[in-house]
């Protein structure tokens, strides 16, 4: 019940913002039409809030995993960034093999051939598909 | 309506050699990422997707269809032998199939549940083919009043049928429309929510979301699940006797009426956008049971029970396209992706699609009769080589999927910059489905957006600021109503759920 009641003031809040700060920021106005750039946005935002408080006042239980799997989801989302920051830099064919490395390597894959195949031979297998078979480029 | 020659030169066009390869191939990777528990059919649909943008509108849509039926019966693998569903569609399967196996015959179990699918399927497939001409020509005469009323109409089913709870079913759809509000203005042509990066001028490029939703977001949560213990192994007995490994023409035609009631309750279901598969075979199976001469046996391996959950879920599959079709609205998750191969070749679709890709359309239909012909090929041949893949190391195959997922994107949604929408999404999605808020919905409810906000401008057009004009369009009207009826019927119906627990 508490997770629905924190999540039903998050969506309060970001209504809110929406409305009042977002939506005037970023959408431009018009003088003519009958369904205005702004209008559906803004409407959204109340339906938002109007269900933040809905969730508040009859929260409708709860689902919500360990704090170890949500450690564990931020830290693969973490590598995942990481390895699209290094993708920018040093491009596919350096950054795809760590990064397929680091993932079966936090995924408790200890056995070297499984390594060997997900982060060499599964990647030269991709960029063979992509670049020599399809003729398109890679980062 | 198609004229015949159009619609044999269609039928005609799947069987060329190309196509009948993607769609065979569609099929093997269908079967084979099911069997694999924690990939399943959309998150190899959502993979392959950005693969088809270089092929034959017909071989890619086919090849998406493939591996959408294909999972349906690989996703049965694991459910029977391991107990661990490989989709959720397949977690009915288990109640009978898993005590089968454990009597020594998962074999037998396995091609029960791939002769249901195939029968299942091909069935809610010829509804399919008969109803869905007519029904787009009745959808023809709708204008924006109509349209706008049956899109609130599948937004009441949707938010209140998917998901746990009304309240949450409309945050769903208020964040999806909202995610396609972001780009240009379909009216006025100012720029919306874009915030400086001019690569989302156009929006939020579709397959970066349904990707990284569906797919990114799905490999998080397997990842973040997975512990040092590995997918327990399975072995095949063997020498066992010729009747434990096989289903016998007796055997199946004794599960006749338990078959035709799974793909009637199926077909029925899928028609309905928002019910799902899932439900279907469950709905079936109770059915099933209730209507046993001996419902203590149901549970303990009762090929009935298969039968039941199989032709069920599968039957789904086609029915769903009757919505997707006919009307432009997405009845599921794997609709949604079809719909966004769709549009990655440039066909919109809905109600014209039959007048102006009449061919295309009833050469997909050719193809899903032929993947239903292709499942049952693969499957007989392939059953006990998926068996092994269950115990392949997920490790392995998630990291392989998520290189997929990366170059998939960046194949099809503007480079890096593609991705990085991809992984904010995945993450997105990952919240969401931790609170419950489903993430199905946001998708289906982006897609519709834009047509969303078109209808009712041309609506409010129409209308000139007189809503007593309103009782022009009587069909607009009274779908309107039953939409509003159908929120109020499921806010009270969740509103009893709460109280009673």
Redesign the interface.
Known sequence: MLTDRVTGGFFILLGVVLYLWVIPWQVETADYGWLKPRTLPLALAVVLGLCGVALMVKPVGDARPSTFNWLRAALFAGVLALGLWLMGVVGFVYAASPLAFAVMWLAYERRWLWLGLGSVVMPAVIWFVITIVLERTLP | MPELAIILAGLGDAFTPANLFFVFAGVFVGQFVGAVPGIGPIMAMAIAIP?TF?MDPLAGIGFLVGVNKGGLVGGAIPAVLLNTPGTPDAAATALDGHPLAQQGKPLKATKMALYSSVTGDTFSDIVLITVSAPLALLALRMGPVEVFGLMLLAFAVISGLMG??L??G??AI??G??AA?VGT?P??G??????GQFELYDGIPLPAIAIGMLA?SEL??R??????EGNPAVRLPRGQPREDSMVSWHEYWACRFTLARGAVIGTLLGALPGIGSTAAAFMSYATTKQAARDPSSFGKGNIHGIAATESANSAVMGANMIPLLTLGIPGSVGAALIISAFMIHGIQPGPFLFDTQGRLIYGLFGAMLLANLGNLIIGQVGLRFWVRVVSA????I???A???C??GV??TSG??FG??VM?AF??LA?VMT???ISVVIFIIAFFLGPRL?VS??QT??LL??DPTKLLNYPVGLVLALIALVTTVFLARR??DR?DQ?
Request: net charge neutral; no cysteine; charged share 15%.
């Open positions: 693969f270089g746990p709870s309240v949450k409309i945050i208020a964040l429309l909202l509000m203005d009216e006025h100012t720029p919306r929510l874009y915030f990114i998080l949560r990842l973040s699940e997975s512990r040092r190391p997920e490790s392995f998630f990291a392989s998520l290189l997929m990366f170059v960046y194949l480079g890096l991705i990085g992984l995945a993450a990952y931790t609170l419950g906000e009712l401008s409010l057009a000139n600021g969740n509103h709460a627990t």
